[in-house]
């Protein structure tokens, strides 16, 4: 019999069956011996009971820091108390949404999550359109955070943290320089902030990364600290001789006006070349320290980049100058393609205003990324199949 095999693992059942003496026991017998002597087994399947004050609770949702729960319905037979269903083994909380404007019409949401893992506090930050599927709990919080199988359990749990979240803080974060209109006054915008007519303004938010995070601007000076940084840009002309500086000058004074000269906005490329050895690059950054400390190891774009970040970081600088680095005529053929493919695709952008059309997954169009700032390449020499309309000397 079963319960016979059963009941033989027991000491304390087999030790009460060989002190017995007399006639071998009855079927009746034997079963009695083997429940008397079974250990406890539970009769549901009813999940323990969370412990703790819970952190939040909402509709059928209870979060605690070390799980989301769910209320569906049923009493514990021993408490009378509601059942809770483990959804999650981590509590969550979004705590943030974020808004990225990069100057298209391609807004990006983000919503920041805190979570606990283990007794370890996690942050992450997920597109708001991934949130839904819960597909990147395994990535922001590692293989200890654990969703209830199920599809309808994931979707509770997505359900659990938004309705169980606290306060949460709304941004508006912009990713590009230039000038903007921000509750209804223009603003120019840099990586610390912007500038208005009243002076700076550190509540508007602006982050830029990589290379472009070097555009930070100062207080605007007042008085004779103005005077000063004025005339500190104008003698930048006495570092070239017969005029050589006007050019450069130019374009460093022109690139804040392009939102004046929207309609008519400049459809050329100052490009500076050169043989080695001119101090081309100690120029270039001259100009470019016009919107932050940059010097000529810290220029903000090469040409050794590909044309679609090229084509960002074009787009990127609004109303700014853009200094592109290192043209240089490659001796391998393929770089050197990629490198005219580039520089080409720069120059045709600048010279039409527009960008390079892409379409979505779904087919839909993405916003286009025209220049609309005032990129500066400068190199040892030109382009294949570009020539220079004014040429002027650059001399130590």
């Known amino acids: 019999m079963a319960y016979r095999q059963l009941g033989a693992w027991d000491p304390a059942y087999l030790s009460a069956r060989t002190t017995r003496s007399g006639a071998p026991e009855s079927e009746e017998e034997d079963f009695a011996d083997l429940v008397a002597h079974a250990p406890d087994v539970p009769?549901?399947?009813?999940?323990?009971?969370?412990?703790?004050?819970?952190?939040?609770r909402s509709g059928p949702y209870v979060l605690y820091s070390y799980g989301l729960y769910m209320e569906e319905g049923g009493k514990d037979s021993n408490t009378g108390k509601s059942i809770l269903t483990p959804l999650t083994n981590f509590g969550a909380q979004i705590t943030g949404q974020t808004i990225w404007d990069d100057g298209s019409s391609d807004l990006r949401t983000t919503f920041e999550i805190t979570a606990t893992v283990r007794n370890q506090s996690m942050e992450y930050s997920v597109l708001a359109q991934d949130y839904r599927s819960m597909n990147w709990v395994e990535k922001a919080f590692g293989a200890e955070a654990i969703l209830a199988g199920g599809?309808?359990?994931?979707?509770?749990?997505?359900?659990?943290f938004q309705r169980c979240s606290g306060e949460i803080i709304r941004r508006y974060i912009y990713e590009h320089t230039g000038?903007?209109?921000?509750?209804?006054?223009?603003?120019?915008?840099?990586?610390?902030?912007?500038?208005?007519?009243?002076?700076?303004?550190?509540?508007?938010?602006?982050?830029?990364?990589?290379?472009l995070a070097r555009y930070q601007l100062p207080a605007p000076p007042t008085g004779a600290a103005r005077v000063t940084a004025v005339l500190a840009s104008l003698a930048l002309h006495d570092l070239l001789p017969d005029g050589g500086m006007l050019p450069i000058?130019?374009?460093?004074?022109?690139?804040?006006l392009r939102e004046l000269l929207a309609a008519e906005a400049p459809d050329f490329t100052l490009w500076v070349y050169g043989r080695s050895g001119l101090f081309k690059s100690e120029l270039a950054a001259l100009a470019q320290a016009h919107w932050g400390d940059f010097s000529r190891m810290t220029l903000p774009a090469s040409f050794v980049a590909t044309g679609n970040?090229?084509?960002?970081?074009?787009?990127?600088?609004?109303?700014?100058?853009?200094?592109c680095d290192d043209y240089f005529p490659a001796r391998n053929r393929r770089e050197a393609d990629a490198m005219d493919q580039a520089a080409a695709r720069l120059l045709r952008g600048v010279g039409n205003g527009s960008g390079r059309s892409r379409m979505r997954h779904d087919t839909t169009m993405r916003p286009d990324l025209p220049p609309v700032g005032s990129p500066s390449p400068q190199g040892n020499g030109c382009p294949r199949g570009t020539r220079p309309m004014h040429a002027s000397s650059c001399s130590p």
């Not at 970040?309 to 200094?323: M, Q, S």
């Open 151 to 160: 599809t309808s359990r994931r979707d509770f749990a997505r359900e659990g």
């Open 179 to 211: 000038w903007r209109l921000v509750d209804g006054l223009p603003c120019y915008l840099h990586g610390g902030g912007a500038i208005t007519a009243q002076g700076a303004r550190d509540d508007i938010r602006v982050e830029l990364s990589g290379s």
């Open 309 to 323: 970040a090229l084509e960002r970081l074009t787009f990127a600088t609004k109303d700014a100058l853009l200094v």
């Open 43 to 56: 009769t549901s399947h009813t999940p323990e009971a969370p412990s703790g004050a819970p952190i939040r």
């Open 249 to 256: 000058q130019g374009a460093v004074y022109l690139a804040p």
